[in-house]
């Protein structure tokens, strides 16, 4: 075991002293995560606003449905987006499988019904508070959305971050679709993956504990935004 | 010539208003009209339908039957528009004082230079001129509820709602509020203003609705109904309202 | 129509594989776990890829996975180690042509311990008769792998079908070649493993080769292009310079070249 706590160590610091490929491998997984968080909130906030504002029939159904999406499993995503991606799919064509674009894809999916399903909890808290107050200032439903989704910012940034910790944190859709391909698709997690398998556990934990790091300042951020907000909230009451 | 002078007066009438729950009628105001110049008080104890009133009064809620109805006609977006509310519990936009007011500002396609200089007025009418930056809700109570009382004052209404707005706060606090209540009726805008505090409608009210069970029961000047009450349920509610 | 509006967008995005990603052409391999975590493909690729311009990118999965995903026309050429398997994926017009590309052997590798008493014997036959015999631990991959194949032949050539004993002494992991490995280290168990990927495996714990040496152990590798009349997107020039180039003199040199532990681990035999 002291022997392994010695090969952790050094390959730590092999690590943080500047592999430059593995800096490369630590961006990639940002990108692809940042990119992919991004695209979700864009699709993922507006279905939970409407969600939480609008009153249509099926309303309570996509709700349940929204909320059961945020458990899928990240290697069934993967594989149905393989399935589409892949040359022999309905998206072929384009030409995406065993690229970054398919691994956003893939995080996409995951990351939407996180994002959707926290926005509308966020979105239908608040209008209760706001919503008298806004009919009688005029505004209409529909421009109360924008005016809720600023309004909640602080608490939207906590589930954007909450998504962005699944993504990050993904490996069984990603190796899917991404095929860890050395320089092109392989991220952090993959890596890890790879070297257990190659059986570098030190090597492997050591990965481990940078995607900790990363996982710690998000949440880190995250505690500090809901502080923020708390101490708001406490003040005003 | 109906309607001129009608506008003129601003003449807020409920009718036949009803609202109901479960079968049972939370609020049952056969005719009430409010067309005098000064403020309006409704009193009454708990459940007696009074914010209830107020919320069909400014369209919040759409009456199961009767109407509200606006110098003559009924209830409409135009009227709607020229109402704004002030509620118990003030409810502020997560942003800077300043910007509380700026949103409702903005929607009245104000320009920047106008909706800056209708801020610093209305900042300096709530005496928050120092506080124009802050957070809205970093406020004290007594501070935001001004605040809510300016943002609805921005919207330039004819008529001003206030639900029990000084329940929270203390006498101070309370003190400024009346003032504004009174320099806005004083403008010409009309009040109607839910209170359980006998006193406070001793100073601001120039007539007083007391309502119970739902219902109005008696509606007068001031003077009359608090001091020569007309009906049982007045005076005790009135008796039960000095004892505390 | 609808395709070309999504395309033109992700281009303009700069998100396709062809676009801000990567700017040189390339090909996709599939091919098999112990190509890749023995360091053999990181080790010859660069000399290819500084030759040809082309950039190869490696999807390393088990054999059976890799053959699915070339049906699927996921990959433009195909390296992997089950020859039948891949004489049907030819036969089937899935692939232009298989080529004997390399090979190395399978070893049985277990604990020190060794309690089925199989060690410094060179016919796997006896030794896994014995495994099966005394109960011992073995951990199989499970997979459809060509390893996990190759396995399955000699337990049918044993007459004993270890599968019904599958989570008693034998067990199957489903999993690669190194996380197998892994479970074999970790629970003190035997299993076949090829010689590449036993070499460069770096959590061996107790296990040592117990078994090897026996004819029936031989691992042959081929490599074939995926057939473009299947599957038009194949990049069937840069396919099939890659596979001229790995047959070629200059592509077994390079494999021949390749050691671990100073040892030789893939012998090319491409002729």
């Not at chain 1, 010695?6 to 500047?18: P, R, T, V």
């Not at chain 1, 109360?144 to 859709?173: K, Q, Y």
């Not at chain 1, 698709?185 to 890890?192: A, C, D, K």
């Not at chain 2, 109407?67 to 509620?87: C, E, I, S, W």
């Amino acid at each position: 075991m002291q022997n392994f706590a010695a090969e952790f160590n050094s390959a730590l610091a092999l690590i943080l002293e500047g592999d430059s490929e593995l800096w490369a491998i630590v961006l990639l997984s940002l990108q692809v995560s940042v990119f992919a968080v991004l695209i979700s909130a864009v699709i993922g906030m507006p279905i939970g606003a409407a969600l939480a504002v609008a009153r249509f029939p099926g309303r309570r159904m996509m709700i349940v449905l929204m909320n059961a999406l945020m458990g899928f499993p990240p290697v069934v995503v993967g594989l149905l987006v393989y399935l589409m991606l892949s040359r022999s799919g309905p998206l072929g064509i384009l030409e995406l499988l065993y690229t970054p674009t398919a691994m956003i894809i893939a995080q996409v999916v995951l990351v939407t019904p996180i994002i959707a399903a926290l926005t509308r909890q966020v979105i239908e808290m608040l209008a209760e508070e706001y919503s008298e107050q806004l009919r009688s200032l005029g505004v209409s439903r529909l421009a109360s959305v924008p005016v809720l989704l600023w309004d909640a910012r602080l608490a939207l940034i906590t589930a954007l971050l909450a998504g962005f910790g699944r993504a990050i944190a993904e490996v069984g859709a990603v190796i899917i679709v991404g095929g860890n391909i050395n320089h092109v698709t392989r991220v952090m997690t993959t890596t890890i993956a790879l070297e257990t398998s190659k059986g570098n556990l030190a090597l492997a934990l050591a990965l481990g504990a940078i995607l900790i790091g990363i996982a710690v300042a998000v949440n880190a951020i995250v505690s500090a935004l809901s502080l923020r907000a708390e101490q708001e909230g406490l003040r005003h009451a | 010539m109906r309607d001129l002078v009608s506008d003129m007066t601003n003449c807020l009438r409920a009718r036949d208003l009803q609202v109901r729950s479960n079968g049972k009628a939370l609020l049952d105001v056969h005719d009430l009209t409010l067309d005098g110049p000064g403020p309006t008080l409704i009193l009454g104890p708990n459940g007696a339908g009074k914010s209830l009133l107020l919320r069909c009064l400014h369209g919040l809620i759409s009456p199961d039957r009767g109407q509200v109805v606006q110098d003559g006609t009924p209830l409409n977006a135009y009227h709607k528009a020229r109402q704004a509310m002030v509620f118990q519990r003030p409810v502020l936009l997560r942003r800077s004082v300043a910007a509380n007011l700026d949103f409702v500002l903005k929607r009245q396609n104000m320009s920047r230079t106008g909706r800056k200089d209708r801020i610093v007025e209305l900042l300096t009418e709530g005496g928050l001129e120092d506080k124009s930056r802050q957070s809205a809700r970093s406020l004290s109570g007594g501070e935001a509820q001004r605040l809510a009382i300016l943002r609805a004052l921005a919207l330039n209404p004819e008529t001003l709602f206030l639900d029990e707005p000084t329940s929270a706060l203390d006498p101070s606090a309370t003190q400024m509020i009346e003032r504004m209540v009174l320099r806005a009726s004083s403008r010409g805008v009309r009040i109607v203003m839910v209170t359980h505090d006998i006193g406070q409608a001793r100073r601001l009210a120039a007539d007083v609705v007391m309502m119970q069970g739902g219902h109005v029961v008696e509606h007068g000047p001031a003077k009359q109904v608090l001091d020569v009450p007309g009906s049982e349920a007045s005076r005790r509610y009135l008796a039960g309202g000095l004892v505390t | 129509m609808f395709r070309g509006i999504i395309r033109a967008a992700l281009i303009t995005l700069g998100l396709t594989a062809g676009s801000a990603w990567a700017e040189e052409p390339f090909i996709v391999v599939q091919s098999t776990t112990s190509t890749q975590n023995s360091g053999l493909l990181d080790y010859i690729l660069p000399w290819f890829e500084a030759e040809s311009g082309i950039d190869v990118r490696v999807v390393a999965v088990g054999t059976g996975q890799a053959i699915r995903n070339a049906i699927n026309g996921d990959g433009d050429v195909l390296l992997v180690h089950a020859k039948t398997d891949e004489e049907q994926f030819v036969a089937d017009g899935w692939g232009v042509e298989r080529k004997d590309l390399m090979y190395n052997d399978f070893v049985l590798v277990g604990p020190k311990s060794d309690p089925a008493q199989i060690k410094g014997g060179s016919d796997i036959l006896t030794a896994l008769t014995a495994v099966a015999a005394a109960d011992a631990p073995f951990v199989s991959r499970g997979d459809d792998s060509g390893t996990h194949k190759a396995e399955m032949g000699h337990w049918v050539a044993t007459d004993i079908d270890p599968t019904q004993d599958s989570g008693s002494w034998y067990r199957e992991t489903g999993s690669g070649m190194g996380a197998t490995l892994n479970v074999a280290s970790g629970m003190d168990a035997y299993t076949l493993t090829d010689r590449a990927t036993w070499l460069s495996f770096g959590n061996k714990l107790n296990l040592e080769i117990l078994v090897e040496g026996d004819p029936r152990l031989f691992n042959q590798y081929g490599v074939i292009l995926v057939n473009p009349e299947k599957h038009p997107g194949v990049r069937a020039n840069a396919g099939q310079r890659f596979i001229d180039w790995l047959t070629g003199p200059d592509g077994q040199a390079a494999i021949e070249s390749f050691k671990l532990d100073d040892q030789q681990v893939f012998f090319p035999n491409a002729n």
